[in-house]
């Protein structure tokens, strides 16, 4: 129980950590179509980050 509240607590504090990195660019040629595309692009590829994660969590633990 404990383990999967640490690493619950890990994917948020990762996916906070990026989530600040690609909205804190500041672009002259902002829009938020841009902004959505990036945020689309970085759950896309965390996801399955996620998903193996749980796997391994689930086989080993």
Do not use: C, H
């Not at 179509?33 to 086989?59: D, R």
């Amino acid at each position: 129980m404990i383990g999967s509240m640490i690493l619950a607590f890990i994917i948020s504090v990762v996916a906070i950590v990026l989530t600040l990195r690609v909205t804190k660019t500041e672009d002259k040629e902002y829009n938020s179509q841009k902004s959505a595309g990036n945020l689309f692009k970085m759950y896309l590829l965390l996801f399955p980050v996620v998903i193996v994660s749980l796997i391994v969590y689930w086989i080993f633990f």
